[in-house]
């Protein structure tokens, strides 16, 4: 799979991603020398030995031992400090080129429109912003540095070599292309081995998963012995799949080296000859062994990056696909000249908003929908009107919510606000007005007053309380110990429900919106709460324009407006009492929740 | 601990340890080999140089020795890993086999991620720890010491210079091993926080958008990424650092060992092909060396891992009597007495509860949230016991605590409230529970459930695969297979806990209708807290606040003008007529 994805990318993808790579070429040109100074480095040390063979053991001198020895740790320092510079600035490319590419993508990512998120889920975007970059950074720094280390030794040591006896060298340069259809042989077996132990792997993983969280069925069905046959199953067909490449890994290093003692082999058959003969010294013979024994691992790891920048291809290509994703939700170049962007704001061209909303022949179809969902819809909500929409879960009550919150825009007709189309502002200066209390409360991690200011970036501490007080949540923000500096957790996970969701409003509230979006939670929470949030509701849409994605009764029976959905369609809206005496869909509805509620009150 | 910890790792050893021994003799035998060849080298040199031409015979002898170390070496990886996958094998079987016959309480007080993370990343952790490292270690010991034997049969004196560096370069390794380790931990953290404002920013995305704060967002994660990436530099700085002097070392230690291997040469102490040879030894040994202090300061993390796996192997497993007794169990059920909570700290869940199923008939728990109905029936099939003196729950007089779990529980039925789905097919889940039900078997029970004229429309119909990583069924859709996993097993008791809460009013009706077509001489317990559901049932008892408040039929509940009338009156139905509540 990954190798047929990534065929069509020419240069291994590498300029697809070149403007994040430019910034840095002053240092990897430094590196890249470095690095080839390193590999001189290597190709030399085999020399001194020659010459103490030659000069020192053959001629019985240590006539110039003193200037073997400086010339010795003058390149031993040489290269020591050209691999600490070398390597760091490899690190640093690394790293740097990760960190822009994972800003661009995470910058990108807020741009996107909603169409985007509700076709990927967090954890794929997620994988795209925080391991493809470290991949893509890790591969083009380190892999491309293997290969300029590898494949420049190579040439040193041929070209010493050749200087030095062509006969011979000749006969090593045969064992180049056999090693390395060799190693290619065996890389491609196991990058498919490797592959599998990974997938079977996850299904191990997936196995655990199951045995716990279905346990009390596993339990109640009897059927244990039945999971544990077969997780067995699985266990074993992983054990013979790993032996089996382990076979293959581990013949693939022993060719290496057996190739690498027949380089030996074939230097003291044919160099031994002439070492014989006088045609050769001694000390030229010990260089071509220690080349001989050095140059087969070399050709592995040439090949073995070259087959780790195929791969990344796949990461590439994962990383352009989000770079290149567009937002169905764009501001017009006019708009954004007077408004400014999502990060560059100009407030100073913003005007209030009182709050009218209307909807003007909207026909809307979801991007990633068959079926219209809104069809020639009018609709006026002048300012300060509660609007309810109620309907079963999944019926799509959040469409008429997206559309005013611009977070999609309609198909065909127009969506008013204070008179005029939403498309004629800023999506930043739509937001900046409206607030937004989301079903599962969402929370930043941080402390309540980082979480609290996201309403309102320059809120003072009285701003924060009074909110709180507002929303009796000042106790729950007191018991937890240090007050607006207390840590929510991760997600908020220190906090109950309740407490979230009390949060939640008293962020909306902070933010003083003309526009007030609720999604009310479905869960249940304990009745003191409950009571809490239902009062803390009636503060918050007091004056403003609110449309409510309702859950809750008597929310809905004194809202000024009540919009029935069901399969995504509106099928009623009125007053809770024109709606009861149709008798229709709400009364139903209505009816059936008010007996549950009715039901669970009395039984608790 | 350090005996609790060895137990267990002998305990998942048991039928490794054959393939390590002979690991780590092929290991010795192509140590041995590989170091031979240097010697060979060094011979034919002097020989090259005596003016015997002994080339070819050289050249073969040394692929021969190079062949023989080639074939130990993949003997030995080959039969480690054998050792390790088999060992990796037997623990991750006997540790699902564990965590299956746990405790049932055990789950609610421990963390799925948690545990799996046990059972996958720390497996890994011992497995290296036992296949790799503690076999590198003795790997490479032996190879320093045949090496050093080889030198030493050199030239002693030599061999004193070579071996001087060995304790400074593995010490430093050691030393530069256990700064990195610290250093990586920190950077790992800012990894982690940087993953968490990516994963908030996601997840929270119609919050950021609403409130307008992708400014704030951005430069929230900049800086994060910033700090993330500094922690990595300094990591990565630290590791060039620790590879360049590494570097040097080992580079001096080369110098020395040709500086004075020079200077014995001139003084005829040793031969040039001795020369050759020792040069070879010592370069041989510096990646070992080195390595060493890697593998010993990761060593110090496999502890950790055994006791977290010690962790769950440790805990309870459900326990049966001796005493087991096999009744009949088509008999009554009656609870007597019984009180239960969760935990000592916990609150009362039932509270002193006394009534009887009488055998082949229909129950019906009328309950509100909390109010301990599906208790009673976990109870019932011993997923939790009642503590001694608590009360007790008897079949046909039998105390439950008597008959063994499995016994017990392949004689109830029952389906939850969540029902929980396999990673399989449709129709594989449908007969899970029945080895031998064939596909009609399982359409049959499709078809009580309800569930036919749903399957009909799946393109791949009961080959539909479903569960995690399936196909995602509606609540509805859950609760019927469910259902029909349950009426397969054919059991004589059959529970449905709140299970028919996701269907609406008429699919409820047809499937009660159904089922008492085809089940006729089941008991049958239903829960619930719709009245149409229960009030067939020839016995309904209200449960309020882990107490019975009332018990009778519908007609004699009805008439006492209590709790269970008042909440037929909230529903709509009166004594005489019955009213469906809802259409959609």
């Known amino acids: ?75 031993l320092l040489a290269q020591v400090a050209a691999n600490f510079i070398s390597s760091y600035l490899i690190g640093k490319v690394e790293l740097d080129v990760g960190r822009d590419l994972k800003n661009a993508s995470f910058n990108h990512l807020q741009t996107l429109s909603f169409s985007y998120f509700n076709t990927h889920n967090v954890g794929y975007i997620h994988a795209r912003v925080m391991s493809d970059t470290d991949r893509i950074a890790t591969t083009i720094s380190w892999r491309v540095m293997d290969i300029v280390w590898n494949v420049s030794y190579i040439v040193f040591v041929f070209a010493v070599m050749l200087a030095v006896n062509v006969y011979l060298a000749l006969w090593l340069l045969l064992l180049i292309p056999i090693a390395a259809v060799l190693v290619i042989f065996f890389q491609r077996h196991l990058v498919v081995l490797k592959r599998k132990v990974r997938e079977i792997n996850a299904t191990i993983s997936g196995d655990f998963n199951e045995g716990i969280t279905g346990a009390k069925t596993i339990r109640t069905l009897v059927v244990g012995d039945r999971i544990q046959k077969d997780f067995e199953t699985d266990t074993s067909h992983m054990r013979r799949t790993a032996v089996h490449s382990t076979h293959w890994s581990a013949l693939f290093t022993a060719s290496v080296t057996l190739m690498a003692s027949i380089a030996l082999s074939v230097v003291l058959w044919k160099g031994g000859k002439m070492t014989v003969q006088r045609l050769m010294e001694i000390g030229t013979l010990s260089v071509f062994m220690s080349y001989a024994l050095a140059m087969m691992e070399p050709v592995q790891y040439v090949i073995e990056a070259v087959s780790a920048l195929i791969d990344v291809q796949v990461n590439i290509e994962r ?69 309810a929409i109620v309907g079963e879960t999944g019926a799509g009550k959040s469409t008429l919510v997206n559309l005013v919150c611009r977070f999609y825009e309609p198909t065909k007709g127009q969506v008013l606000i204070d008179g005029r189309d939403v498309r004629e502002r800023s999506q930043l200066w739509l937001h900046s007005r409206i607030g937004y209390v989301l079903q599962t409360p969402h929370l930043f991690s941080g402390s309540v007053r980082e979480n609290l200011r996201y309403g309102k970036p320059d809120a003072t501490d009285e701003e924060i309380m009074a909110a709180l007080k507002l929303v009796s949540a000042e106790e729950a923000v007191e018991r937890m110990g240090h007050g607006l500096d207390s840590d929510v957790g991760e997600g908020g996970d220190l906090l109950s429900t309740g407490e979230k969701q009390l949060l939640s409003f008293a962020r909306a509230i902070l933010a003083d919106p003309a526009i007030l979006i609720l999604d009310e939670a479905t869960s249940s929470i304990d009745t003191m709460t409950e009571k809490k949030i239902q009062d803390a509701i009636g503060v918050m849409i007091k004056g403003r324009t609110s449309f409510m994605i309702a859950h809750r009764l008597s929310t809905v029976v004194d809202a000024d407006l009540i919009i029935a959905v069901v399969d995504g369609r509106i099928v009623e809206m009125g007053k809770h009492e024109e709606l009861m005496a149709r008798r229709s869909y709400y009364y139903r509805l209505f009816t059936r929740q008010y007996e549950e509620a009715a039901t669970a009150g009395e039984l608790t | 601990m350090r005996n609790k910890r060895r137990d267990l790792i002998v305990y998942f050893l048991k039928g490794s340890v054959r393939f390590f021994a002979l690991s780590i003799g092929f290991a010795m035998l192509a140590s041995f080999f590989d170091l031979l060849s240097p010697r060979v080298v060094g011979w034919a040199v002097d020989s090259f140089l005596a003016g015997d031409d002994r080339a070819v015979r050289s050249a073969l002898t040394v692929a021969a020795v190079a062949g023989a170390g080639a074939i130990f070496r993949y003997l030995y990886r080959l039969f480690n890993s054998m050792g390790a996958e088999k060992l990796v094998e037997r623990m991750r079987n006997r540790l699902f086999e564990h965590i299956e016959r746990l405790k049932f309480s055990w789950y609610s007080e421990n963390q799925t991620g948690d545990i799996i993370q046990r059972c996958t990343s720390d497996v890994e952790t011992v497995k290296s720890f036992l296949s790799d490292q503690l076999t590198s270690v003795f790997r490479i010991v032996i190879m320093i010491l045949i090496a050093m034997g080889f030198m030493i049969s050199i030239n002693w004196k030599l061999a004193i210079v070579a071996a001087v560096f060995i304790p400074a370069i593995f010490l430093y390794s050691l030393f ?73 070392f080992a580079g001096a230690q080369v110098m020395a060992v040709v500086a004075v291997g020079a200077y014995l040469a001139v003084k005829g102490q040793i031969t040039a092909g001795d020369y050759i040879a020792f040069i070879s030894y010592n370069s041989m040994l510096s990646w070992p060396v080195r390595s060493l202090g890697r593998v010993i300061s990761d060593m110090s993390k496999a502890g950790v891992s055994v006791d977290r796996i010690g962790y769950i192997m440790n805990s309870k497993e459900e326990e049966d009597p001796d005493r087991a007794i096999r ?92 029902p929980f ?9 449908i007969g899970i529970a029945a080895d031998d039900a064939g596909q009609p078997a399982i359409e049959r029970a499709a078809g009580i459930a309800s569930l036919s004229e749903t399957v009909r429309h799946f393109r791949h119909g009961y080959d539909t695969m479903v569960g995690e990583r399936g196909m995602t069924l509606s609540g509805g859709q859950k609760q019927r297979t469910a259902i029909a996993q349950m009426v397969i097993r054919d059991t004589p008791i059959m529970i449905f ?88």
Not at chain 2, 338 to 347: A, E, L
């Open chain 1, 1 to 75: 799979m990954t190798n047929t994805e990534s065929k069509h990318l020419k240069w291994f993808g590498l300029p697809a991603i070149a403007q994040y790579l430019r910034p840095y070429r002053r240092q990897t040109t430094v590196m890249i020398l470095l690095g080839i100074l390193s590999s001189v480095c290597d190709t030399i040390y085999p020399l001194f030995n020659r010459y103490a063979l030659n000069h020192f053991i053959t001629l019985g001198t240590l006539d110039t031992l003193g200037m073997f020895l400086a010339t010795y740790i003058g390149i």
């Open chain 1, 319 to 387: 990383f352009k696909g989000l770079m290149d994703s567009e937002s169905d939700v764009v501001d017009t170049k006019e708009v954004i000249e007077q408004y400014g962007d999502a990060f560059h704001p100009r407030k100073e061209n913003w005007e209030a908003l009182k709050g009218d909303v209307e909807f003007r022949d909207v026909s809307f179809r979801y991007p990633d929908g068959e079926e219209m969902v809104l069809e020639h819809f009018n609709l006026k909500i002048p300012h300060g009107t509660n609007v």
């Open chain 2, 176 to 248: 530069f091993h256990g700064r990195i380790g610290s250093t990586f931990q920190e950077a790992d953290e800012e990894e982690g926080t940087l993953s968490t404002i990516t994963q908030e920013n996601l997840t929270g995305v119609r919050v950021v958008r609403a409130f307008g704060r992708e400014r704030y967002e951005r430069r929230r994660f900049e800086h994060q990424n910033d700090i993330y990436t500094a922690a990595y530099l300094k990591l990565s700085i630290l590791i060039s650092a620790f590879w360049s002097m590494g570097d040097f």
């Open chain 2, 327 to 418: 009744p009949a169990m088509d008999r009554d059920i009656a609870f007597s007495h019984v009180s239960f909570r969760y935990g000592p700290d916990m609150p009362k869940i039932l509270d002193d509860v006394s009534f009887t199923i009488p055998a082949g008939k229909t129950v019906g728990i009328l309950g509100g949230t909390g109010s301990g109905k599906s208790t009673l029936m976990y109870l019932l099939d011993r997923l939790y016991d009642i503590g001694e003196g608590s009360g007790s729950i008897t079949i046909g007089g039998v105390d439950i605590r008597d008959i063994p779990r499995d016994y017990l529980r392949d004689h109830i039925g029952m389906v939850l409230q969540e």
């Open chain 2, 421 to 429: 789905l396999f990673s399989r097919s449709l129709s594989e889940n």
């Open chain 2, 497 to 584: 806990d709140d299970s028919l809460s996701a269907v609406d009013a008429e699919t409820d009706a047809r499937i009660r209708v159904e089922l008492n077509r085809c089940m006729g001489n089941a008991t049958i317990v239903l829960i619930s807290h719709r009245i149409t559901t229960l009030m067939a049932a020839d016995e309904i008892v209200v449960l309020n606040h882990g107490r019975v408040t009332e018990t009778g039929t519908h007609e004699e509940l009805l008439k006492k003008q209590g709790l269970y009338a008042r909440i037929c009156g909230i529903q709509g139905i009166a004594a005489e007529t019955k009213k469906g509540g809802d259409s959609k």
